[in-house]
């Protein structure tokens, strides 16, 4: 079909436009050879004419099928070109927000300024292991195809990242990294992947800076080798770096930055350790200040330098040598400050004491005044002489700039040699991926000798990259043997000759720079001369003499030779460098120093790196070396060829990055910025390529698939090729558009949108046949209906018409008389009311004119008792004024008289006359008190007298007074409670005349109050009662709205205990799922530990001839729970001693004791530090109570030693027994002598009975001598406190009665006191030890009793508990005596300590003898029980013996079926200790699931491993017991170790493992196991043995093996999911595949190799049958089942999640169907209740919301309600990815999508895009007791344990 024909009405164009760059139109009219316009219409409606060229003729570019919009890989669109792919990047872009798209082999990548949710280790193990087509592009993909193709084709790879600034290069690049270091891991525990990740940071901090376009943009290019081993893994990494842009570190334009590590520093110059640096602000500076923006917004370089410090620690630069970086850095800043002053135009000068330039030669270790000269001074040398000039002030500067720069790189390039040292593995490298992140084509306004390299640098490798297209596309036409010509293709190699070859443009650089008086002029000249009109590619601008423009392959860029001599040659002062080398600094001289003889840690990286600085090396004085005479433009030539030469040797992956807008805004699209990068990446000549080619190709199942409409049934034919053919040929007349390749056919451009539009073209009309049929037949079917329903309504309206009459008629009738009877009721009680309202008003107007006449009498009368009391209040007034008036005249005469009277005195107190008066009087009181004092000095004689007669008889008294103390004591008391209580009545008597009083006046208050409130009552009764109905009505309301607030209550409170339940389950799964993923890391750090233990057994651990050595840490690795058992054997010499091989230690049981020992040992020490210290402080006063002690000890030892000969004696007593019953059995006695009832067997019966009774006497009497010690120690103990506590009372007395008898008479009283004190303490002394003593004797009569009712409960009791039950009565003894001791002792913790010692040294000894007397029983109870075996074999000899020959010849014989008795099993297996290994060699290690699962019982080794547990616990063998768990336990887990991937072994054990365990429970003899069994296998329980912890063991090791099969199913089931559930059409015919591109997916049409849906399903089949056959729980397979079926929906929806092509309509559909059979299984399989399904509802959810509609608001809430188990980043993912498969389809809208979004933003869940996959559920295992009988089980031969018996 010619392309003309194309050119319909309808079809769709692009046509160019100046601002997006393309347009979309559609024709109006169809496109006739020779029209020179076309008729469009754009997308706004708008229509235009478009011109075609005259001269071309070209038609515009034709659209794509909308289908095709937004495919993964460009080279899947039909129509290649530019227009398609932009608008492809755009949709992708804008409505889909993704940023990968393919381009062939390219991978383009959009930078969406902004953090996607994408990079996380979820998306890292999606895409971990799949093929680089089936999942939606990623940088993750790009390195795991180069990761596959290094192991896969053992060849080198090679990813290379280019772009823009801040297209994203450096972030896609760090991406790359760290899929390798997260996929691969490190081969050795030095955690390499964490140091290749480490070095970003660093590399960032010093060769990163803020420009315009970027705020982290790499301003050096470099390329990681990342180095992997023989198994692949990571074992270290090296960087070349290219072309380090020194001019940064002295100038940065507006809005730009220099380095990071500058501001970095300066944000931390407050730290203590960087304050001698004297740094400040970044404003401060020169060298950070210049671009007028020190910030980054989000950016903090203070914690931005905490993490380059880390990173430097990481990779082995130390601290001092991290402070030696930051010293240089620091110093360049300080550099830049220096300030140059002009001296005169010819020279400058630094001013004196500069303080800038004083801190750098401080932090350099140089000379100030060397560094002052040269900076404004160079040394000029010619042949003759050697002379110093200066330099002016332009020149020092420049000169000071390039010292700074020349400094930076050299630490730069020593920094990027510590770090490939750091990177670098001892381990020789097998492999190396590499990354290079290198700058994209550029061109700005003003380019220079940077942009130069750079895009010399892209030419090369477009060049290698249009080389490998055209290789690749050479191969596949060759594999597919189709003919085809020679691409014509852009060769780039003219314009790399023009700048390398010889007489280029760098040659001749090269040449300049070594002309004496060469300039950028004169190189100009030569430049125009050599290559102008002589190349294409090389032009000379018209108003330019000083510039040339190059043509590159991406455009032409115009390049000013300013500068190009002098950053070639990169020239710094050499006296300035020999300033520096002279250093004391000694990293310093170290950047300076010759490579060859550097003490960096790395010698220079392989292949080199190129810098822009020129290393300057000294020889000898006065020369340089020739290797510094090389140019940069020769270095980074040299270097490219190498790199260029290292890729070519590689295969190589490419990863162009796009930079959407300048503005940095997240996901805006600028069309022009994003053309032009595509055509300066390579990407539009890869379309380009491809499309000159065949493009589109498809395999034959595929094309047969999708355009089986377009074929009729005689076409279809069994050979798929033959038929595509046949088709093809009618189809497409041209046969040069299609070729048939061995497995594809390969199309033109624009050939699929043909056919597709034909495929449409047939689906429309048959569209249209089945509408034009359906709407028929729905329209015939809708008159039909129509017709039955007119009936039907005619025939019941008539019916209804007719009912309507009758009943007119009857209700007629009825009215008339209604109304009769109506209007005379109306009449009537009209009258009635007219009536009463007559008699009503006659009453109530005589009633208001009594009322009236009442009121106006009332009036009258009130007026005239007014009128009196006002008369009388009047009156009143009147008398009290006169009154008062009188009154105070009389005042005023009264004070008149008085103050004349008061003169009077006045004038007479003055005379003499009184005065004599008043002495008369005096003179009488003098001679009285004379009088009185002589009296008093004769009493005084009298009262010494008898003072001297009292002093003479008190010693007579005293002891009268003494006796009459006590009396005095009591009548005092008495008088003092006698006073007291008068006091106290008198009071109360007061208070009572006090109430009295106001008792009284209340009750007049209250009897006024009480007439009031009887008023107010009677007023308020009937208001209650008003308000009483009112209330009840409230009261009804508040009962009905209280029932429904209690039924919304109840509901509320059953809701919230519900989500309360759900929530305490969801923490108790949360809590199980963390502990069994300790058990999981527990595990793997034991395979880890084994795995290095043999590999060290295999490198280090080499037997010797003639020594066997075990190692010692053997099984170490086990379970923490494993129980240690060691076996001590006899020492043959001293060697064997050492080879002795220690049983497998239990951590936990390991750890616990060691802490208790630890306790103990603390207290120990604690307690014997103690006991030191007070050892001297007791020691007088134990010296006091040693005579006693050592009485009572005395009588203890003795009555002790009493009791032990008597033990002992008895002992022998039974040991003689037993020497005479060996006698009596060994010798020979006569047939009969044995049997029941002989002597002998009497005698044996008879010391058997008294050995036994002697026994629990021994035991009994133990007891008690126990009981008698604790007794007498507590007797003695108070007994010392008396004896101390009597001296101290004598002591008091004598202190009381010295020293104040001389004062009795004046201190009586005080003595008195204090009698009464002391004899009061006295009391209270002796009631408190009289209350404890009766307090101890009570609790001894308690004791007593309890010891006698346990003596006599434990004389009921077998032997067994008997001991037991003693033990234990002891132990709770001894603990409560503890306890009071401690309470007791607790002021005293010396003696609690004494307490304490004595204490635990009789425990000791009473234990040892227990423990004697134990082992003595043991061995009595064995000897009985071998004297009794051998008595009943005598017994059967002897009953054998009495039968004669020849009564058993002479007997005939019958044939009489003898019944054989059978022996009364115990559900019991004994077996020796030596054979337990052959026991787990042969049940456990050796033992084939296979055929125990299919001939035997369920559970069979579990069964006969308790059997054996159950005899060692019957026997009381601790020991046995523990190593038969110990070695069943690693039995298992070294049959897991060694064939863990075999299915039915995990699930084999994981059944017995499980079985073992629900036996340990239910005959463990608890209440809660025992309630399921039966009385006889209650009787097997077990009785020695508490094994709970054990199994707590096996549940743990349970755990471990259901994790183990789960990973294992996981692993069988992984390959099938993907294919199964989603690329097989279960559903033939209903998807269609759509067109791919050069990243091929595995075709979704199910082959030969492929899984189905029915794969799955056997699988599962196989499975379940497996688990049934080894007797798995019911319980257990459903858990496991949840877990497959969780596996299932969660890699099938996170496919979907990353696979555009499958969200679609038709796959909706297919997933609902494959969902459907998977419920089906369950149901057949009754497994509905495991809540397997409810795992698949994320799933099924997905599949519903691609089937749903998509547009309105209603659909947005339908799919917000629906999909409650997505998250808000699955929903909007499936709706983004969401695809059209056919033209009948439509896309979701962005305002849909962001419709969803809004209403799901309070949504609270996590941001995680992907399902956990490795999530697996909490196991239990639910008690599953046994019905099986122990005694009924055989063990069958086959299992090779003869060995065992049954007991």
């Excluded at 520093?265 to 970044?282: T, Y």
């Excluded at 920094?415 to 097998?430: E, G, P, Y």
């Excluded at 300066?680 to 094309?703: D, H, K």
Aim: charged residues 30%.
């Amino acid at each position: 079909m010619a392309a003309s024909e194309l050119y319909t009405k309808h079809a769709r164009v692009w046509i160019p436009d100046a601002e997006e760059v393309w347009k979309s139109a559609e024709l109006l009219k169809d496109y006739k050879q020779g029209d020179a316009l076309l008729q469009l219409r754009l997308d706004d409606g708008t229509d235009v004419e478009h011109k075609l060229d005259p001269k071309t003729k070209n038609l515009p570019h034709l659209r794509n099928p909308d289908i095709l919009v937004g495919e993964n890989d460009l080279t899947a669109l039909s129509y290649l070109h530019e227009p398609a792919i932009l608008h492809n990047l755009k949709v992708r872009f804008m409505d889909s927000k993704l940023i990968y798209t393919y381009c062939g082999i390219v991978l383009v990548a959009i930078n969406p300024y902004e953090t996607l949710p994408i990079y996380g280790a979820d998306i890292i193990n999606a895409y971990s292991g799949q093929n680089m087509g089936d999942m939606d592009p990623h940088i993750f993909a790009v390195a795991e195809e180069s990761y596959k193709q290094m192991a896969r084709d053992e060849r080198n790879q090679s990813i290379i990242v280019s772009g823009e600034s801040g297209a994203g290069k450096t972030v896609s690049a760090k991406y790359a990294m760290r899929y390798f270091a997260t996929v691969s891991g490190s081969a050795s525990e030095t955690n390499v992947e964490e140091k290749v990740l480490a070095s970003n940071p660093i590399m960032e901090s010093i060769g990163n800076a803020k420009t315009t376009r970027n705020d982290n943009s790499s301003r050096f290019g470099k390329y990681i080798e990342i180095g992997f081993d023989k198994k692949y893994q990571i074992i270290g990494a090296n960087m070349r770096t290219y072309l380090l842009e020194k001019s940064r570190v002295v100038f940065q334009a507006d809005d730009e930055r220099n380095y990071h590590i500058f501001y970095q520093l300066c944000a931390s110059a407050q730290l203590p350790e960087l304050k001698v640096l004297k740094l400040g602000q970044a404003t401060n500076f020169h060298y950070t200040k210049q671009g007028r923006s020190p910030v980054i917004d989000g950016v903090d370089d203070a914690k931005e330098m905490v993490n380059t410090r880390h990173a430097c620690t990481l990779l082995g630069i130390s601290e001092p040598y991290q402070m030696g970086i930051f010293r240089i850095l620091a110093a360049i800043l300080h550099l830049g400050n220096v300030e140059i002053k002009d001296r005169d135009s010819d020279s400058s000068i630094v001013p004196p004491n500069n303080a800038h330039l004083t801190v750098f030669c401080d932090l350099m270790g140089v000379t100030y005044q060397d560094m002052s000269q040269w900076l404004c001074h160079k040394k000029l040398k010619t042949a003759a002489e050697t002379y110093i000039k200066p330099i002016p002030k332009l020149q020092a500067v420049n000169a000071r700039d390039a010292l700074a720069k020349h400094i930076y790189a050299k630490l730069f390039d020593w920094i990027v040699d510590h770090v490939n040292k750091a990177l670098r593995s001892t381990v020789s490298q097998n492999s190396f991926i590499g990354v290079l992140d290198i700058y994209g084509f550029e061109t700005f306004e003003i380019n220079s000798f940077e942009q130069f390299c750079i895009n010399y640098a892209n030419e090369k490798l477009q060049q290698q990259f249009n080389m490998h297209v055209f290789k690749l596309e050479q191969e596949e036409y060759m594999k597919e043997q189709i003919p085809w010509t020679l691409i014509d293709f852009y060769d780039n190699q003219p314009c790399i000759n023009l700048i390398e070859a010889k007489m280029g443009i760098l040659d001749l650089l090269d040449e300049e720079c070594r002309m004496p008086k060469g300039s950028d002029d004169t190189w100009a000249q030569k430049l125009y001369n050599t290559h102008l009109n002589k190349c294409a590619l090389f032009h000379k601008p018209r108003l330019s003499n000083k510039a040339f423009i190059i043509q590159h392959f991406a455009d032409k860029v115009e390049y000013q030779c300013d500068g190009f001599l002098e950053k070639n040659k990169d020239t710094v002062n050499e006296e300035q460098i020999t300033v520096l080398k002279t250093s004391k600094f000694e990293l310093l001289v170290e950047l300076f120093q010759d490579e060859e003889k550097a003490t960096t840690p790395t010698g220079p990286p392989p292949g080199g790196r190129t810098r822009l600085s020129i290393k300057q090396t000294k020889t000898r004085p006065g020369q340089t070396s020739r290797d510094h005479k090389k140019t940069v433009g020769l270095q980074f030539r040299n270097s490219l060829q190498l790199l260029m030469d290292t890729l070519n040797a590689t295969t190589p992956h490419y990863v162009r990055c796009i930079k959407p807008n300048d503005n940095k805004h997240p996901f805006t699209f600028d069309p022009s910025r994003a053309v032009q990068q595509l055509r300066a990446c390579g990407v539009l000549e890869t379309i380009r390529i491809s499309a000159a080619g065949f493009p589109s190709r498809w395999t034959y199942q595929e094309f047969f698939s999708r355009y089986r409409v377009l074929m009729k049934q005689k076409d279809v034919l069994n050979d798929r090729r033959l038929t595509c053919r046949n088709v093809l040929e009618k189809l497409i007349k041209d046969q040069d558009k299609y070729q048939f390749g061995k497995t594809k056919i390969f199309f033109r451009a624009g050939q699929v949108a043909y056919l597709e539009k034909l495929r449409a073209d047939k689906l429309r009309v048959a569209c249209i046949r089945i509408q034009k049929t359906i709407r028929s037949w729905l329209l015939r079917k809708k008159y039909l209906r129509m017709r039955s329903a007119a009936i039907t309504i005619q025939r019941y309206v008539r019916g209804y018409q007719a009912r309507c009459l009758a009943k007119f008629l009857r209700r007629t009738q009825a009215a008339i008389t209604i109304q009769k009877f109506q209007r005379m009721y109306r009449e009537r009680k009209r009258y009635r009311r007219m009536q009463a309202a007559s008699l009503v008003v006659q009453c109530m107007l005589r009633a208001y004119m009594a009322r009236q006449k009442y009121q106006a009498m009332l009036r009258e009368h009130k007026t005239i008792i007014i009128q009196k009391r006002v008369r009388g209040w009047l009156a009143r007034l009147y008398y009290k004024r006169s009154l008062e008036a009188v009154v105070y005249l009389q005042c005023c005469i009264r004070r008149m008289r008085a103050r004349r009277e008061l003169k009077k005195l006045k004038i007479e107190a003055r005379s003499v006359e009184h005065f004599k008066k008043l002495n008369i009087g005096m003179e009488n009181k003098i001679m009285q008190l004379q009088r009185k004092v002589d009296e008093q000095q004769k009493d005084k004689k009298a009262m010494t007298e008898r003072l001297n007669s009292l002093a003479n008889s008190y010693s007579v008294e005293s002891e009268k007074l003494r006796n009459e103390v006590e009396r005095l004591r009591l009548t005092e008391e008495e008088a003092r409670n006698n006073s007291n209580r008068i006091n106290t009545l008198l009071e109360e008597l007061a208070r009572l005349k006090k109430e009295l009083c106001d008792t009284q006046r209340d009750k007049r208050i209250i009897e006024e109050w009480a007439d009031t409130y009887k008023m107010e009552t009677e007023q308020l009764v009937a208001e209650l009662k008003e308000q009483n109905s009112l209330l009840k009505i409230e009261k009804d309301d508040l009962n009905r709205l209280i029932q429904e607030q209690n039924q919304e209550m109840t509901e509320k409170m059953e809701k919230a205990l519900a989500e309360e339940t759900k929530q305490l389950e969801c923490e108790l799964n949360e809590e199980r799922s963390r502990y069994q993923n300790l058990l999981t890391e527990h595990r793997r750090l034991e395979d880890r530990h084994d795995d290095l233990k043999e590999e060290m057994t295999l490198m280090v651990n080499i037997p010797k001839p003639g020594h066997r050595r075990t190692d010692s840490t053997h099984s170490s690795n086990e379970s923490e729970y494993t129980y240690n058992s060691e076996f001590a054997e006899p020492e043959e010499n001293a060697q064997g001693a050492e080879d002795v091989t220690k049983a497998p230690l239990d951590m936990s049981l390991f750890l616990k004791l060691q802490k208790r020992v630890t306790e103990l040992e603390q207290e120990k020490q604690s307690l014997q530090n103690e006991l030191d210290k007070k050892e001297e402080q007791a020691y007088r006063a134990r010296a006091r109570e040693e005579d006693e002690q050592n009485r009572v000890r005395g009588a203890e030892l003795e009555y002790e030693s009493l009791k032990r000969q008597e033990l002992d004696s008895e002992n022998k007593k039974l040991k003689n027994d037993l020497n005479e019953l060996r006698k009596a059995l060994s010798e020979k006695s006569p047939p009969g002598v044995t049997a029941p009832g002989s002597p002998a067997y009497k005698v044996i019966m008879e010391q058997l009975n008294s050995s036994n009774e002697e026994l629990e006497v021994r035991k009994e009497e133990v007891l008690i001598l126990r009981s008698q010690l604790v007794s007498q120690k507590e007797a003695i103990h108070q007994k010392q406190t008396m004896t101390e506590a009597m001296p101290c009372m004598e002591d008091v007395r004598k202190m009381k009665d010295a020293g104040e008898i001389t004062q009795a008479y004046i201190a009586l009283k005080e003595s008195n006191r204090l009698l009464e004190s002391q004899l009061q303490t006295l009391r209270k002394s002796h009631e408190n030890e009289t209350e404890v003593l009766r307090e101890e004797l009570q609790s001894v009569k308690e004791d007593n009793n309890r010891q006698q009712q346990l003596l006599a409960q434990n004389l009921q009791l077998p032997p067994e508990a008997r001991i037991e039950a003693s033990l234990q009565h002891e132990i709770t003894r001894l603990t409560n005596e503890n306890l009071y001791f401690e309470e007791l002792y607790a002021d005293d913790p010396t003696k609690y300590q004494f307490y304490r010692i004595s204490l635990y040294k009789r425990i000791i000894d009473l234990m040892e003898q227990l423990e004697k007397q134990d082992k003595t029983v043991r061995k009595l109870k064995k000897q009985l029980k071998v004297f009794a075996k051998k008595i009943g074999e005598l017994e059967v000899s002897g009953q054998m013996e009495n039968v004669s020959p020849g009564q058993i010849i002479d007997e005939p014989i019958h044939p009489v079926n003898i019944p054989r008795k059978e022996k009364d099993f115990q559900g019991m297996l004994e077996y020796k200790k030596e054979d337990e290994s052959k026991l787990v060699k042969n049940l456990i290690l050796e033992l084939k699931p296979r055929g125990v699962a299919v001939n035997l019982i369920p559970g069979l080794p579990a069964y006969i491993l308790f059997m054996c547990l159950r005899h060692a616990d019957y026997v009381n063998d601790d020991q046995k017991v523990r190593t038969l768990l110990t070695s069943t336990i690693n039995g298992i887990k070294k049959i897991l170790k060694k064939r863990g991937d075999d299915y039915e072994t995990v699930s084999f054990w994981l059944s017995n493992t499980c079985r073992f365990l629900h036996c340990l429970k239910q005959y463990s003899g608890e209440e809660s196991f025992m309630k399921h069994n039966t009385p006889r296998q209650n009787e097997h329980c077990l009785s020695n043995f508490d094994l709970a912890e054990y199994r707590q063991v096996l549940s743990d090791l349970a755990i471990q093996i259901y994790q183990q099969l789960v990973k294992v199913m996981e692993n069988i089931l992984q390959p099938m999911i993907v294919s199964g559930m989603l690329e097989h059409e279960t559903i033939q015919g209903v998807s269609g595949v759509k067109p791919t591109g050069l990243r091929k997916r595995t075709s979704s049409i199910a082959d030969e190799g492929t899984y189905t849906l029915d794969s799955i399903l056997r699988q599962l089949n196989s499975f379940h049958s497996t688990m049934c056959q080894h007797g798995t729980d019911p319980e257990l397979i459903k858990q496991v089942v949840k877990q497959m079926f969780y596996i299932i929906g969660a890699v099938t929806l996170n496919n979907l999640l990353l696979r555009k092509d499958m969200c679609s309509w038709s796959k909706g559909m297919q997933i609902r169907y494959n969902v459907s059979q998977l419920e089906e299984w369950l149901r057949d399989k009754n497994l509905m209740t495991s809540g397997a399904k409810e795992t698949l509802e994320p799933l099924i959810q997905a599949a519903q919301l691609l089937q749903v509609k998509k547009k309105t608001d209603e659909d947005a809430e339908a799919i917000c309600s629906m999909c409650n188990a997505l998250s808000t980043a699955q929903i909007v993912k499936v709706l983004n990815l969401y695809t059209p498969v056919n033209e009948f389809e439509e896309r979701v809208s962005v305002a849909f999508i962001r419709t969803i979004q809004i209403r799901l933003r309070d949504r609270k869940e996590s941001p995680q895009l992907l399902m956990d996959t490795k999530n697996i559920y909490p196991v239990t295992f639910p008690f599953n007791p046994s019905s099986l009988a122990l005694e009924t089980i055989q063990i069958p031969s086959s299992l090779n344990l003869l060995f065992l018996t049954r007991v």
